[in-house]
């Protein structure tokens, strides 16, 4: 029997649709490291001292930087993905993408603006970079799959660099206190839930496809 697949995520959000499809399988192990890279260096090496997975795919949420590519978008690191398995993936429906690899939430038009036009990436997220350094450290192939969650010709509702605590998770007292001090960017709040689901779900069936192939 071949090695499990190991599915990395930042935080429950992202996982527990994925989680629903995969719930009877034993060939997909699924691992919620925390967000950013302190937190997904820790909890994959941890995991990856306890068994060795045939692949790692880091997935999970990621805002666009590039104007075309739209909410709910799966897309792939062209530049770490193996051609044949590249063609795989944008034959199941992903777009190839450049990732960049950021230490803080992009917030606004501006941020996103200015980082795509000093890395030429086409999406930011802040995990798959120290995942995969460390897959390649240990000899395991590692693919970065992820769903866009905010466009690039949008602001998020709150700064929520703002709002993590120093081990980098969000902080549910200061989100309460953020929306009591701003209620008018409640509907923007909202959005941002809708279309995080969206991708969620998107991307789950998306996994569901490529890792395990279609429901019977």
């Not at 690899?101 to 996103?112: D, N, P, Q, Y």
């Not at 008018?184 to 991307?203: K, Y």
Request: neutral net charge; aromatic residues 6%.
């Amino acid at each position: 029997m071949s090695a499990p697949v190991l599915v990395c995520f930042a935080v429950p959000q992202e996982a527990k649709p994925f989680l629903k499809l995969i719930r009877d399988r034993t060939d997909v192990v699924v691992l919620v490291t925390g967000i950013g890279a302190r937190n997904a260096e820790r909890a994959v090496r941890k995991m990856l001292d306890e068994f060795s997975p045939g692949r790692v795919f880091s997935c999970g949420f990621a805002g666009a930087l590039n104007s075309q590519l739209r909410i709910a978008d799966v897309v792939f690191d062209i530049e770490s993905t193996d051609a044949d398995l590249g063609a795989r993936l944008q034959s199941l429906g992903a777009t190839p993408a450049k990732f960049f690899c950021a230490e803080t939430v992009a917030t606004t038009v501006a941020e996103k603006a200015a980082l795509r036009a000093r890395t030429g990436a086409d999406a930011v997220e802040m995990e798959s970079k120290t995942i995969s350094e460390v897959c390649r450290e240990r000899g395991i192939e590692c693919v970065t799959l992820r769903a866009i969650s905010d466009s690039a010709h949008e602001n998020l509702p709150l700064d929520f660099n703002a709002l993590m605590t120093p081990e980098h998770e969000l902080s549910s007292v200061r989100i309460a206190w953020a929306i009591l001090r701003a209620p008018q960017r409640i509907p923007a709040l909202v959005r941002l839930g809708q279309n995080s689901a969206c991708a969620a779900e998107q991307l789950a069936r998306f996994l569901q496809r490529a890792i395990c192939g279609p429901v019977e």
